[in-house]
């Protein structure tokens, strides 16, 4: 018989040696996460005011109505602004503490799309009249894009802006039930204004396709509805998700609002009805960009929460056959367990990076739009919409992965990760539904391939960097790379692969598309924005920003993260001949996967150290098989007492329901005795 050991004693202890055994060095690697010591510590001076505060506790989330999460999520935002006033934030800490509370609430809209949109798209005399109070949440504003009866297909929304010429206004209009306003956040009950998406329709009935409208929805003496508004929140989300925000409906009845109230940067209406052309047909989609390219980013730090939760419980929860020293085994040290959670690290070390540097690009897309340059903006749109549609995959997938992975103590709400997959999982369709991201980001490779197969001098200068990989195709000397076992471990040849893929994929849609295969849309979409990723990654390899122990386990990272990407496209590299299938009967791909299972068995020691760099404190993460000391059963148990249930010994339902439900099986049981 085995001796006997105290499971709950040893979790500290084997947290303890985990740390013990990283070889990194943590605090290198959370600077380099953070891009930079100073941006941590503006972190953990917004975060130390936020988390010892009582409006920001967290303990009664659970059992909480959908009304009492929104009026606390309302109390949240008041508060934030408040200390905003009190320690002088400037709106980068400001963004930053609602980032850091990581729950969706009715202040996001105002944040991501309202106020960017209305800043970048508006007029000088719109901006003047309103800037500062948008700015100072004087008043609070929603993006109105999205209809009961259309969602991604922004060219097919119904509802309209009538010109009209002798009043100078405009004639905000939902002709239909489906035009109506839908899953609006902060629409509900919350928003003074909004930007409205809608049809321009000229005096003479022409319509002008999609256009943005500045429309005040309440009043700012009591907060009702203005006449011809009918507006309210659409009910309760899947699973519970998003309980604090008033996702909301609303529909126009011929509502006028003055000719300055379309966001006319771009595009303009003369006070006599003549009407000037934006210099890029999809300008007005600058808000839905914005929120794509932030969404990466975000994603990346969502899944650095999903690997530090499952990493840590995976660390201390033992699970197996006895061994000699007389404990089961670390969960963590499962094959069947690390290789799903592994990758999830990787996954968000590329994405915080990738989408870094995404930000700094739009940023300087956004600066040429401002002065009217729009040549970077179909490039940008593309790489956005890719890249939205795989982060956004890719997270929900991991969410739920980690969430298997801690067994059914996992399915507890006091895990975290149920409540977190709530949450995000709306982000797969939200900002354009991925399958429809899917058709864009294919038409743009398709329009690029055409594009240099009809110069008369094909040359790689002619491609943008979201179709660079198309070269490969286009030069008569390239061939796919040899794949030799030391192949796997040279980044370049890894990157030649995916772009091989890509490159292959687009032009088989090319020949075929007149008939394509019925998912060869989104295989050429995972395939485009995977090159692209894969190219971005070689290149953080390649300037490796850190050294030594830590250098080596981030690399490792990436290195994981180009060969799993390899491993899930096996069925486009095998069918375009790029891996070419073994003809003796042996695994072709023996290879490829061996070369994992190296990286894994180097990257193991560093787990806690790799996941311990994202920086999260216990009351970010709010999950009792996440802490920091390992001591999750006893966290669980904690967490255990606090359900309202416990706090009588006898429910109340016990004289209406159990009492009868046991008298009345005791009588029949009586009654079968005699």
């Given at each position: 018989?085995?001796?006997?050991?105290?499971?709950?004693?040893?979790?500290?202890?084997?947290?303890?040696?985990?740390?013990?055994?990283?070889?990194?060095?943590?605090?290198?690697?959370?600077?380099?996460?953070?891009?930079?010591?100073?941006?941590?510590?503006?972190?953990?001076?917004?975060?130390?005011?936020?988390?010892?505060?009582?409006?920001?506790?967290?303990?009664?989330?659970?059992?909480?109505?959908?009304?009492?999460?929104?009026?606390?999520?309302?109390?949240?935002?008041?508060?934030?602004?408040?200390?905003?006033?009190?320690?002088?934030?400037?709106?980068e800490e400001e963004a930053k503490a609602f980032f850091y509370l990581e729950e969706g609430l009715p202040?996001?809209?105002?944040?991501?799309?309202?106020?960017?949109?209305?800043?970048?798209?508006?007029?000088?005399?719109?901006?003047?009249?309103?800037?500062?109070?948008?700015?100072?949440?004087?008043?609070?504003?929603?993006?109105?894009?999205?209809?009961?009866?259309?969602?991604?297909?922004?060219?097919?929304?119904?509802?309209?802006?009538?010109?009209?010429?002798?009043?100078?206004?405009?004639?905000?209009?939902?002709?239909?039930?489906?035009?109506?306003?839908?899953?609006?956040?902060?629409?509900?009950?919350?928003?003074?204004?909004?930007?409205?998406?809608?049809?321009?329709?000229?005096?003479?009935?022409?319509?002008?396709?999609?256009?943005?409208?500045?429309?005040?929805?309440?009043?700012?003496?009591?907060?009702?509805?203005?006449?011809?508004?009918?507006?309210?929140?659409?009910?309760?989300?899947?699973?519970?998700?998003?309980?604090?925000?008033?996702?909301?409906?609303?529909?126009?009845?011929?509502?006028?609002?003055?000719?300055?109230?379309?966001?006319?940067?771009?595009?303009?209406?003369?006070?006599?009805?003549?009407?000037?052309?934006?210099?890029?047909?999809?300008?007005?989609?600058?808000?839905?960009?914005?929120?794509?390219?932030?969404?990466?980013?975000?994603?990346?730090?969502?899944?650095?929460?999903?690997?530090?939760?499952?990493?840590?419980?995976?660390?201390?929860?033992?699970?197996?056959?006895?061994?000699?020293?007389?404990?089961?085994?670390?969960?963590?040290?499962?094959?069947?367990?690390?290789?799903?959670?592994?990758?999830?690290?990787?996954?968000?070390?590329?994405?915080?990076?990738?989408?870094?540097?995404?930000?700094?690009?739009?940023?300087?897309?956004?600066?040429?739009?401002?002065?009217?340059?729009?040549?970077?903006?179909?490039?940008?749109?593309?790489?956005?919409?890719?890249?939205?549609?795989?982060?956004?995959?890719?997270?929900?997938?991991?969410?739920?992965?980690?969430?298997?992975?801690?067994?059914?103590?996992?399915?507890?709400?006091?895990?975290?990760?149920?409540?977190?997959?709530?949450?995000?999982?709306?982000?797969?369709?939200?900002?354009?539904?991925?399958?429809?991201?899917?058709?864009?980001?294919?038409?743009?490779?398709?329009?690029?391939?055409?594009?240099?197969?009809?110069?008369?001098?094909?040359?790689?200068?002619?491609?943008?960097?979201?179709?660079?990989?198309?070269?490969?195709?286009?030069?008569?000397?390239?061939?796919?790379?040899?794949?030799?076992?030391?192949?796997?471990?040279?980044?370049?040849?890894?990157?030649?692969?995916?772009?091989?893929?890509?490159?292959?994929?687009?032009?088989?849609?090319?020949?075929?598309?007149?008939?394509?295969?019925?998912?060869?849309?989104?295989?050429?979409?995972?395939?485009?924005?995977?090159?692209?990723?894969?190219?971005?990654?070689?290149?953080?390899?390649?300037?490796?920003?850190?050294?030594?122990?830590?250098?080596?386990?981030?690399?490792?990272?990436?290195?994981?993260?180009?060969?799993?990407?390899?491993?899930?496209?096996?069925?486009?590299?095998?069918?375009?001949?790029?891996?070419?299938?073994?003809?003796?009967?042996?695994?072709?791909?023996?290879?490829?996967?061996?070369?994992?299972?190296?990286?894994?068995?180097?990257?193991?020691?560093?787990?806690?150290?790799?996941?311990?760099?994202?920086?999260?404190?216990?009351?970010?993460?709010?999950?009792?098989?996440?802490?920091?000391?390992?001591?999750?059963?006893?966290?669980?148990?904690?967490?255990?007492?606090?359900?309202?249930?416990?706090?009588?010994?006898?429910?109340?339902?016990?004289?209406?329901?159990?009492?009868?439900?046991?008298?009345?099986?005791?009588?029949?049981?009586?009654?079968?005795?005699?």
């Amino acid at each position: 018989m085995a001796p006997h050991h105290d499971a709950n004693d040893r979790t500290a202890k084997d947290m303890l040696a985990a740390r013990e055994r990283t070889a990194m060095d943590v605090v290198a690697v959370r600077d380099f996460l953070y891009n930079g010591r100073v941006q941590w510590e503006k972190k953990q001076a917004v975060l130390d005011i936020l988390s010892n505060d009582p409006t920001f506790n967290k303990e009664q989330n659970l059992y909480m109505t959908r009304t009492q999460r929104y009026e606390r999520g309302l109390r949240m935002i008041h508060r934030v602004l408040q200390f905003k006033d009190e320690h002088g934030w400037n709106a980068e800490e400001e963004a930053k503490a609602f980032f850091y509370l990581e729950e969706g609430l009715p202040i996001g809209l105002h944040q991501t799309a309202f106020e960017p949109v209305v800043n970048s798209q508006g007029s000088p005399e719109l901006l003047a009249k309103y800037g500062k109070l948008i700015a100072n949440r004087g008043i609070f504003g929603c993006y109105l894009q999205t209809e009961l009866g259309h969602g991604s297909g922004v060219a097919r929304l119904e509802t309209t802006a009538t010109y009209i010429p002798a009043t100078q206004e405009f004639e905000i209009h939902s002709p239909t039930l489906t035009s109506s306003k839908w899953w609006i956040g902060a629409l509900g009950k919350t928003a003074t204004h909004g930007v409205v998406q809608a049809k321009l329709i000229m005096p003479d009935g022409k319509d002008m396709g999609p256009h943005l409208f500045f429309v005040q929805l309440r009043s700012l003496n009591d907060h009702k509805l203005l006449p011809g508004i009918v507006a309210g929140d659409i009910g309760p989300k899947a699973m519970g998700g998003y309980g604090s925000v008033d996702n909301g409906f609303a529909r126009f009845d011929h509502v006028r609002i003055p000719r300055e109230q379309m966001l006319s940067k771009f595009a303009q209406i003369t006070p006599d009805g003549k009407y000037t052309k934006p210099p890029h047909a999809k300008i007005s989609y600058g808000g839905m960009m914005y929120i794509r390219q932030s969404l990466v980013t975000a994603g990346g730090w969502l899944m650095g929460k999903a690997a530090t939760i499952s990493i840590r419980y995976a660390t201390v929860r033992r699970q197996g056959e006895y061994g000699k020293d007389g404990m089961e085994p670390q969960a963590i040290t499962h094959p069947s367990l690390f290789s799903r959670l592994l990758p999830i690290i990787a996954h968000a070390y590329v994405f915080i990076e990738v989408g870094r540097n995404l930000t700094v690009a739009f940023q300087a897309v956004s600066k040429r739009l401002a002065a009217g340059d729009t040549s970077q903006l179909a490039e940008m749109h593309a790489i956005t919409s890719g890249l939205k549609a795989l982060v956004t995959r890719t997270q929900v997938l991991d969410l739920e992965t980690a969430r298997r992975s801690m067994g059914g103590h996992g399915y507890s709400g006091y895990a975290g990760l149920g409540r977190l997959y709530a949450e995000y999982v709306p982000s797969v369709t939200y900002e354009g539904d991925n399958f429809v991201l899917d058709l864009q980001v294919a038409r743009s490779a398709l329009k690029s391939y055409k594009g240099i197969r009809s110069s008369k001098n094909p040359t790689p200068s002619l491609l943008s960097p979201s179709s660079n990989y198309l070269r490969h195709i286009f030069d008569p000397h390239a061939t796919p790379p040899e794949l030799t076992d030391a192949a796997w471990s040279d980044p370049e040849t890894l990157v030649a692969i995916l772009e091989w893929r890509a490159a292959l994929l687009v032009q088989d849609l090319a020949t075929n598309v007149a008939q394509p295969d019925a998912n060869v849309h989104h295989r050429v979409s995972v395939a485009v924005a995977e090159a692209f990723m894969g190219a971005q990654v070689a290149g953080f390899i390649r300037d490796s920003k850190l050294s030594g122990e830590s250098g080596k386990a981030v690399n490792n990272l990436y290195m994981l993260y180009l060969l799993t990407t390899i491993e899930a496209s096996l069925a486009d590299t095998l069918s375009f001949g790029i891996l070419r299938p073994s003809r003796n009967g042996r695994d072709a791909t023996r290879g490829l996967r061996l070369a994992i299972l190296k990286l894994y068995e180097e990257l193991l020691p560093n787990a806690i150290g790799l996941t311990d760099a994202f920086g999260f404190s216990d009351w970010e993460l709010d999950s009792a098989l996440g802490v920091y000391d390992g001591k999750v059963y006893e966290a669980l148990w904690n967490k255990a007492q606090t359900e309202p249930l416990n706090a009588q010994e006898v429910t109340d339902a016990y004289t209406k329901s159990i009492r009868p439900i046991l008298e009345r099986g005791q009588a029949l049981a009586a009654k079968a005795k005699m």
